[in-house]
């Protein structure tokens, strides 16, 4: 049974940082590609950064790039999330997904594995 858990949401004040983790379990974690994306309340889930199987290549989504990072630890089968400089706008839940067949765009519909996401709120 894959299982997927996200961990390092909270409440932080604009400009902070926060850094999220991914630990996943019943599967080859290091033939996944794996990605974060996040939903606001009503909306739709949208991407927010991706990385391949190796770790060598990422994709960020313009609203972020520059102030996350995305990464990943083969090791301990967990991809994590640096984001910094955070700004209200940036306020969701944060679920990050596994996908088995290499994909690492930004349509959430391709992946084939969900964690149940953590909760993220930057306050003004």
């Known amino acids: 049974q894959v299982q997927l858990v996200e961990s390092g949401g909270g409440l932080v004040q604009a400009g902070g940082s926060l850094r999220l983790s991914c630990t996943a379990s019943?599967?080859?974690?290091?033939?996944?590609?794996m990605a974060w994306f996040r939903q606001a309340p009503g909306k739709e889930r949208e991407f927010v950064a991706s990385i391949n199987w190796t770790g060598a290549s990422t994709n960020y989504a313009d609203y972020v790039k520059g102030r996350c990072t995305i990464s990943r630890d083969n090791a301990k089968n967990t991809v994590f999330l640096q984001m910094n400089n955070l700004e209200p706008e940036d306020t969701a839940v944060y679920y990050c997904g596994a996908d088995r067949d290499y994909y690492t765009g930004p349509n959430y519909r391709e992946y084939d594995h969900w964690g149940q996401g953590t909760q993220v709120t930057v306050s003004s």
């Open positions: 019943g599967l080859t974690f290091s033939l996944h590609t």
